[in-house]
């Protein structure tokens, strides 16, 4: 069974930074390539970040330059460093394989964030 089990979100002030976790089982992040979208209330979710197998990366255009995306291939666990965090960055945030092997997708449970003073 592919679990992808997310951590790290929570609450934090405008202009502070979070770090999201998110642990994939072994069979699918060593063929996948691992990504983080969020998705506000009322809103339709949307990319935040991928890193393709090789290390590859893809970043929205409204977190470039704030967000990095990294993987580490021995812990099978994606990151997403969020620094300078804006109010509009308030959202669930998804974990999301997509291996190689066409006709496969997987998700997270989310994980809450919530950038407010």
């Known amino acids: 069974q592919v679990q992808l089990v997310e951590s790290g979100g929570g609450l934090v002030q405008p202009g502070g930074s979070l770090r999201l976790s998110c642990t994939a089982s072994?069979?699918?992040?060593?063929?996948?390539?691992m990504g983080w979208y969020r998705q506000a209330p009322g809103k339709q979710r949307e990319l935040v970040a991928t890193?393709?197998?090789?290390?590859?990366?893809n970043y929205a255009d409204s977190v470039k330059a704030r967000f990095a995306i990294s993987r580490d291939n021995a812990k099978n666990t994606v990151y997403l460093q969020m620094n300078s965090l804006k109010p509009e960055d308030t959202a669930v945030y998804y974990c999301n394989a997509r291996p190689i092997l066409p006709g496969f997708n997987y998700w997270g449970q989310g994980t809450q964030v919530t950038v407010s003073s």
């Open positions: 072994r069979s699918i992040f060593n063929i996948s390539t």
């Open positions: 890193i393709t197998i090789i290390g590859s990366t």
